[in-house]
């Protein structure tokens, strides 16, 4: 999908540079081409000879370069890319965008382009949370800037947290995601459910669980990367909105089920929500008060609609394929049976949650795919990424609407 795309790459100062020279080579082995604008912070850290031999184009650094203005100008360089590449995006190149500055090439340019605009952040863990830079993100994804990463890891300065630019692999992915529409997938619609519900207690409590929606969002990015159109229902959750999906942010279950039901029709659904069994009946219309004598207040719960079996049950806007999750912490195979015999689904993917397994808010999974009654319908996959889980599961959902078809 990235075969003939225009990629405008801006290299900015950032210790996490070195990892564009791998960028650009795995971009061209993708039939991309790329030119490469370097600022005078980046130059601290990957020189303009690399990128040059690399992407096979001058590389671009000064505004005012008489000899590169009469070859391509500036505004011209800016908006024959089909995508401008910000990477590393550090706070201050964030910031300048926020403001609208234009002080040297790569920030002109920035100004100046037509094209789409993505950024890889990568800073230093306080620097990505400090307050300004939060509010230049917000600013900038408002005004349509997409984002890949941060990640959270070890950084150069021997800090350990978020700020850590993502991995060419999956810079990779969010550009395909971008230029996603030629896939396996083209033409077909799939809705996707991720991450938890926040059921109310009072205004300022909730029920809830530890789902961290990094499984449902790879699902939905690797839909995407097969030209599904998708749309993403997401519970509250820290993960960033995947590239190309529209994406429906909710609290409830009852907010979730609404929304499935507005994505209708669909060729596939995949539910991959950890969403609560059970709510407040009627949740206190105040904060709950602690008693003089330190009684706990009864909750009276009630069950929350049935979300998988909702969109499993016959109809005329029922999916063609409806794939449930199974969170289990025993029996997970048995168990995940069962209720896809109970929830009517087509497939069911299995997974184990108890603490020892590390799902929840880890970035490993061990699924077992069912399709069909009976153990000979049951696949156990290898320990993967979430993202390799995703991706296994949309090319058999891939196969199975091809077949279908």
């Known amino acids: ?42 130059e601290q850290f990957v020189t303009p000879l690399s990128l040059a031999a690399l992407s096979e184009h001058a590389v671009h650094r000064d505004l005012f370069s008489l000899t590169e203005e009469s070859e391509m100008g500036h505004i011209q360089l800016s908006r024959e890319a089909d995508l401008v590449l910000v990477a590393p995006a550090t706070a201050n190149i964030l910031a300048k965008m926020a403001a609208g500055l234009g002080d040297d090439l790569a920030s002109t340019l920035l100004l100046a382009t037509s094209a789409p605009v993505m950024v890889a952040p990568a800073m230093n863990v306080r620097m990505w949370e400090h307050p300004a830079t939060q509010a230049n993100l917000a600013t900038l994804q408002g005004r349509g800037i997409h984002r890949v990463g941060p990640a959270e890891g070890a950084m150069a300065c021997n800090e350990f947290g978020m700020g850590r630019m993502a991995e060419v692999d999956d810079i990779l992915a969010a550009m395909e995601a971008f230029f996603g529409g030629h896939g396996r997938l083209a033409g077909r619609r799939a809705l996707v459910t991720s991450g938890p519900t926040h059921e109310p207690i009072d205004p300022v409590r909730y029920i809830a669980n530890r789902s961290s929606g990094k499984q449902g969002h790879a699902i939905a990015a690797a839909l995407r990367r097969l030209g599904a159109d998708v749309t993403l229902i997401a519970g509250p959750t820290l993960e960033p909105d995947p590239l190309g999906v529209t994406v429906v942010r909710v609290e409830s279950a009852a907010d979730m089920l609404a929304a499935c039901q507005a994505a209708l029709p669909a060729d596939v659904a995949v539910c991959a929500a950890a969403v609560a069994d059970w709510r407040v009946a009627e949740p206190a219309a105040g904060k709950i008060k602690k008693t003089a004598g330190g009684k706990p207040p009864v909750l009276k719960l009630t069950e929350n609609p049935d979300i998988l079996a909702t969109l499993a049950a016959k109809g005329p806007h029922r999916p063609r394929l409806v794939v449930g999750f199974a969170a289990e912490t025993e029996q997970v195979v048995e168990n995940a049976r069962e209720k896809r015999s109970r929830k009517g689904c087509d497939w069911i993917v299995a997974n184990d949650v108890s603490a020892a397994a590390g799902t929840f808010g880890g970035d490993e999974n061990r699924v077992h795919l069912i399709t069909a009654d009976g153990p000979q319908a049951t696949e156990a996959w290898p320990t993967l990424s979430k993202r390799e889980v995703a991706e296994r599961l949309a090319e058999r959902i891939a196969t199975a609407l091809e077949t279908a078809s």
Not at 12 to 38: F, H, N, T
């Open 1 to 42: 999908m990235l075969q003939g795309q225009r990629i405008l790459l801006i290299v900015a100062g950032g210790i996490a540079a070195y990892k564009c020279l791998d960028l650009i080579r795995r971009l061209r082995e993708r039939g991309a081409s790329v030119r490469c604008v370097l600022t005078r912070a980046g």
